[in-house]
């Protein structure tokens, strides 16, 4: 789970056959596998790349491979009036997200910044509680609170490292959690082809004037350099990786309820953790594995409460009055 923009749909909800189901877990383990290629490839680009420059890129690849989708499917890309706010919020959050993650992990392990991302889930589910007045109960708050603590395990040795560079990840999941709730609102109203198409044109456009601006001023994270030999493969990574696993986890979510996927997501981690010690040599230590652990325990057992908490009101529900 990163900046992608994939855990909402609009096609229709059909029923949840085996064989759709087994459908969405593939293409939810093909995101898996394939999101931190994304990481893998942005760590390499950043080698000689500022980190505005791999944002930028990741946007501009997205809405390129999108367009030929929303032709071929003869998709509308009109969108009423009403729903340009939210879809401009929807691509800011993401940018600041990606930028953040980026500029993190130009520097620390993938599974370290990743894991602090995870705590995204916890954050969308405390501001629902607290500020949108959504029933959450205080078994899944005290889960929240405990992957919080998880998150310290993990920032405490990155900021010993890394410095204040430790913190650009919790940038990314609070940008992200917002992402996911402005989504929330859009993802019954606009096709996903469609709102990946101009999430990524849009942000494609607010990279460019920082990009412009930056030209010549010597910032390390944004002022932009032509990219040289195989920098421009990892630059297309950056926005393919992004795309195909954004589709995959969109696509998995229309074949299969939400609760059977969300677990699958964690499986991220490990995938990060095995190419961050294949391509780069680097592995959590016993201090970020426990925070780790702590994370996955905490977002795994919210996600046992939400269930229950389904089945009950579906209980309720199909009971007869008395």
Known sequence: MKPYGGSMTTLPAPPHSTDRILAGVALML???????????????????????QITAARFIVQCALMAPFVWIMRLSLRVPREHWPALLLRAL???????????????MPLADALAIVFVAPFIVLLVGK?????????????AALVGFVGVLFVIQPSFAAFGTV?????????????????????SRRVHPVTLQFHTGLI???LCLPVMILAQ?????????????????F??????FFATVSHMMMTYALSLAPSATLAPLQYLELPVATLLGYLVFGDFPNALTLTGIAIIIGSGLYMIHRE???ARQLVTERAAPPI
């Open 234 to 239: 990892w630059l297309f990574g950056v926005g």
């Open 93 to 107: 959050f993401l940018f600041v997200s990606t930028f953040c993650f980026i500029a993190a992990i130009r520097v």
């Open 130 to 142: 607290f500020y949108l007045g959504e029933d959450v109960g205080p078994r899944r708050v005290g």
């Open 307 to 309: 269930r229950v908490t």
């Open 216 to 232: 010549g001023t010597g910032a390390e994270l944004l002022d932009p350099v032509w990219p040289q030999g195989i920098a421009w």
């Open 30 to 52: 093909g995101f898996c596998v394939t999101a931190p290629l994304l990481d893998v490839a942005a760590k390499l680009a950043s080698d000689t790349v500022p980190v505005g």
């Open 203 to 205: 942000a494609s456009l």
């Open 166 to 186: 430790a913190l650009f990840p919790l940038g990314t999941a609070v940008g992200f959690a917002f992402y996911i709730l402005v989504t929330r609102g859009l």
